[in-house]
């Protein structure tokens, strides 16, 4: 009796050791996963934020040339007059 006894605790505690491993394996690669998903959504973020920044620039350029425009202009339709 104390032999099958001992023999279904070790076997219980096996299981239940893989188990755990399982499990933890499990957690590893899921933590594995989202740490790609949140480096490739970080990445794409930073990208968003240098277009942003582009975009701001050339809009700055864009207006400061508008504002020189009208001067130049009107300078020129001066002469020819």
């Known amino acids: 009796m104390k032999k099958i006894l001992s023999i279904a605790v070790v076997s219980v505690l ?3 050791g893989v188990a755990v491993a ?3 394996e499990e957690q590893a690669n899921d933590s594995g996963m ?3 998903k949140d480096r490739t959504k970080n990445e794409k ?5 240098d ?3 582009r ?3 050339m809009m700055d350029q864009c207006s ?3 504002e020189s425009a009208p001067a130049d202009s009107g ?3 001066e002469s020819n007059k």
Not at 45 to 49: C, I, V
């Open 14 to 16: 096996l299981l239940s």
């Open 22 to 24: 399982l499990q933890s």
């Open 34 to 36: 989202h740490g790609m």
């Open 45 to 49: 973020q930073g990208m968003d934020r």
């Open 51 to 53: 277009s942003m920044m």
């Open 55 to 57: 975009m701001m620039k």
């Open 64 to 66: 400061a040339m508008m």
């Open 75 to 77: 300078a020129g339709k």
